[in-house]
């Protein structure tokens, strides 16, 4: 079922492209609840019962959001979120029953943006999206034909040991140019340490720049999304040379004095 917004882009520009959120629930209340909720908070919204109906929607449409739930009969929310994340960048949340912390751990290893602990309210809904969403990349405006795109001044690069990275693109390459591939939240948290390099950073503070909610869980997101970035960065994970853990305080992201913001 697709259900369009109700209202203009947040930023009331006509041009703007509007968010488009997948909502894979088998609840029928409580889906048809969430999608008009976000269709009248201005979100193109499409809603599927399983998964087994959500794929070919999926495979036919690009979404910048998908809000999933686990616990599903057929195939879970785990494995068509391993899927999704394997074919697009498309910003995932996760919802789980309360007292089910493996799922969310097991669902954050795997690339989700956010997760969400039922029975939720709507207004939590809609900020937990909000929040993703401002990290997911959106497409540009349409242009009016023949018109010309000003470049604006972009975040331009930085480079650490071998490694480049571009901020405005999201791209992250190694030696010879290989391509890193980083999940958005792995992404979002060395960002977060390349814009404040060299200086030690609490856990709470790390939570707050992504858009995690402050709690016990949200720490252990954190925890786990630096593994898995120091597997992709350092050579060797257990000694890292960049991503440094500081006892008791937090981490650090030790830039050397050569490896500076390109220009």
């Known amino acids: 079922m697709f259900i369009p917004n109700l209202l203009s882009a947040e930023s009331g520009d006509e041009t703007a492209v509007r968010a488009k959120i997948i909502i894979v629930e088998d609840e029928p209340d409580l889906r048809d609840a969430v999608a008009e909720y976000l269709a009248a908070n201005g979100y193109d919204v499409a ?36 899927w999704l994340r394997s074919k697009m960048p498309t910003g995932i949340i996760y919802a789980t029953a309360a007292g089910t912390p493996l799922d969310r751990i097991v669902g954050l290893e795997i690339g ?22 401002r990290r997911v990349p959106q497409p540009s405006p349409p242009q009016p034909a023949g018109a010309k795109t000003a470049a604006g001044p972009g975040r331009g690069a930085m480079r650490f040991g071998p490694f480049s990275v571009d901020l405005d693109g999201r791209l992250v390459t190694g030696p010879g140019g290989t391509v890193v591939d980083l999940a958005r939240s792995e992404f979002d948290v060395l960002e977060v340490f390349l814009t404040r390099a060299n200086r030690v950073l609490t856990r709470t503070a790390i939570s707050e720049a992504i858009g995690l909610a402050e709690d016990v869980e949200a720490s252990r997101a954190v925890d786990i999304r630096i593994m898995r970035l120091r597997k992709k960065i350092e050579a060797d994970p257990a000694d890292p040379k960049f991503l440094r853990t500081v006892r008791g305080e937090g981490y650090l992201f030790s830039l050397p004095a050569g490896d500076e913001r390109g220009r």
């Open 112 to 133: 989700a943006d956010d997760y969400i602990v039922k029975p939720y309210e709507l207004r939590e809904v809609l900020a937990r999206v909000r929040s993703v969403l």
């Open 47 to 82: 809603t599927a019962g399983n998964a087994a109906e959500a794929r070919p929607m999926l495979e036919s449409g690009a979404f910048h959001l998908a809000l999933l739930d686990i616990a599903m009969p057929g195939e879970d929310g785990l494995s068509l979120g391993r």
